[in-house]
């Protein structure tokens, strides 16, 4: 899988419109102007723009979401030998990897973050609770780029890319659809909250908790899905230590989680 292909103008588009997004002018998780409004700042035909914005979708870096706009993902685009190989796997064991690295990333940012990566996960979070606030049930639940902003400030360029490379495989498959129609948007928005404040306090085993409670949540909604049924074993596992490391965090002890 090389760039995506299109006419000059095209890719000299893409162009402008990935230094954008590799600038931070447009960050992550952050809505990208509409179509009309880039036509008529680059001076291109809104065609040009069209297919512009659908190489950035195909690169990773953007998601366009039905009546809300295109948002940024990732930084980056999502390395084609990565995606050409993530292609012979499962969905489910595509979920299982996405999981262990949103824990991974979830412990480095907790360890290392800095108050400006604070300052962006609050803004994202903020955004999620207000469209929760504006339209209740029926807000899509916004994990992708509160969890792309948390492997972004990880520190590892390589764990933000694999992340990057499996969402857009994930979306690819239609899976990640299907967990975000299971999943109640203001509880999604309340452990994304929960798993801020452990990053915000720089607690490693907390996070590296809560997140893993975040994502077997997400996949147990999936349980009877066929795609996923070999990971139920492993979610109705996770349940016994989850468990038993919130007693334990409750009540002072320590806690330690691999």
């Known amino acids: 899988m090389g760039e995506p292909s ?87 064991e595509l979920v299982g990897c996405r999981r262990a690295l949103d824990v991974e990333a979830a412990q480095a940012t907790a360890a290392r973050r800095t108050e400006d990566d604070v300052v962006r996960l609050d803004a994202l979070l903020a955004d999620q609770l207000r469209l929760v606030q504006e339209l209740g049930v029926g807000a899509p639940p916004s994990c992708p780029a509160f969890h792309g902003a948390i492997a972004a400030a990880s520190g590892n360029r390589l764990l933000a890319e694999l992340g990057t490379s499996l969402s857009t495989a994930l979306r690819a498959s239609g899976l990640d659809a299907r967990i975000a129609e299971a999943l109640d948007p203001a509880r999604v928005v309340d452990e994304h909250d929960k798993i801020l404040t452990a990053i915000r306090d720089r607690d490693v085993a907390r996070v590296a908790h809560l997140m893993a409670m975040h994502l077997d949540g997400a996949l147990r909604t999936l349980s009877a899905d066929p795609v996923v049924t070999d990971l139920t074993a492993l979610v109705n596992a996770v349940d016994v230590l989850n468990h038993e490391v919130e007693h334990d965090t409750d009540g002072g002890a320590a806690v330690r989680i691999a």
């Not at 295109?70 to 796997?89: C, G, I, K």
């Open 6 to 92: 299109g006419s000059a103008l095209a890719r000299a588009t893409l162009a402008t419109l990935r230094e954008r997004i590799a600038s931070g002018a447009w960050p992550l998780g952050s809505r990208i102007p509409t179509e009309p409004e880039l036509s008529a700042e680059l001076g291109v035909g809104r065609s040009t723009v069209r297919e512009a914005v659908r190489s950035l979708a195909s690169l990773g870096m953007v998601e366009a979401l039905t009546a809300r706009g295109t948002f940024v993902r990732a930084t980056t685009p999502a390395p084609a030998v990565l995606l050409d190989a993530l292609s012979v796997y499962s969905s489910s």
